[in-house]
């Protein structure tokens, strides 16, 4: 049972345009939200983050919207480069509920792999 | 460099064997993770640690123990391995008192035979 849906498996962009991902997820306990990027054969690195009392979170290029009443949030790329592309995870946790506040216990979906084109 | 480093990077072995991945922060961080990446891609929380103190243990084989000897290393001992223990591992670790984000290892590609 999937609590973290993203359900695009790859998306193809030009460089120089926005890349949208979109995750929906199931538990309304989720109060915490975090995208990481994953390039092959390394870990997943930490790229944004938010918090369910908001609804925007903006760092450089990247965005992330939150729509709580309709579980779903999404990352906005602008403007894309070829060094974005990379398998994109998006990851919830209930960290106000479950585990003493830990955000560690992560719930990710099953990634986008991202390709942006020269 | 400051990281979550972990070894070895690959590891292939046989049915029934037992392994051990290596992991180690230097971060300072006082929580560390061991998530599995299987073949459907899914990342799954297996087990935290807190300050050497086991916070998290999901639906895991007790063939798997991990060993904390102290806050800056988690290992992972897998016993009688099966080939559906195939998959890649990461550590990780984070700060609950910072609230820092989670940091990864590269992960260990396990294949067994």
């Known amino acids: 049972d999937q609590q973290v849906k993203q359900n695009s498996p790859s998306l193809s962009v030009q460089e120089g345009r926005i890349s949208i991902l979109n995750c929906d997820y199931t538990?309304?306990?989720?109060?915490?939200f975090l995208w990481y990027k994953k390039y092959p054969a390394e870990g997943p690195t930490f790229l944004i983050s938010?918090?369910?009392?908001?609804d925007k979170n903006e760092d450089g290029r990247f965005t992330v919207f939150l729509n709580k009443s309709a579980k779903h949030l999404s990352l906005h790329i602008v403007p894309s480069q070829p060094g974005d592309s990379a398998v994109y995870f998006c990851?919830?946790?209930?960290?106000?509920?479950?585990?003493?506040?830990?955000?560690?216990?992560?719930?990710f979906g099953k990634g986008t792999k991202l390709s942006v084109k020269p | 460099d400051t990281a979550v480093s972990q070894t070895p990077k690959y590891l292939v072995t046989q049915m029934g064997n037992d392994k051990s991945i290596k992991c180690e922060q230097n971060?300072?961080?006082?929580?560390m993770y061991w998530y599995k990446q299987d073949s459907k891609k899914f990342l799954k929380i297996m087990f935290s640690?807190?300050?050497?103190?086991?916070?998290i243990n999901e639906t895991v084989p007790n063939r798997f123990s991990p060993k904390s000897p102290d806050k800056a290393h988690l290992n992972l001992h897998i016993n009688s391995l099966e080939l559906g223990d195939s998959a890649v591992y990461f550590c990780?670790?984070?700060?609950?008192?910072?609230?820092?984000?989670?940091?990864f290892g590269n992960g260990t590609r396990l294949t067994v035979t």
């Open positions: 990851a919830a946790s209930d960290r106000g509920v479950s585990y003493g506040g830990s955000q560690g216990n992560l719930i």
């Open positions: 538990n309304s306990m989720f109060d915490y």
């Open positions: 938010i918090s369910s009392i908001k």
């Open positions: 971060l300072g961080h006082d929580t």
């Open positions: 640690y807190n300050n050497k103190e086991l916070i």
């Open positions: 990780a670790s984070d700060d609950r008192r910072s609230n820092s984000p989670l940091h």
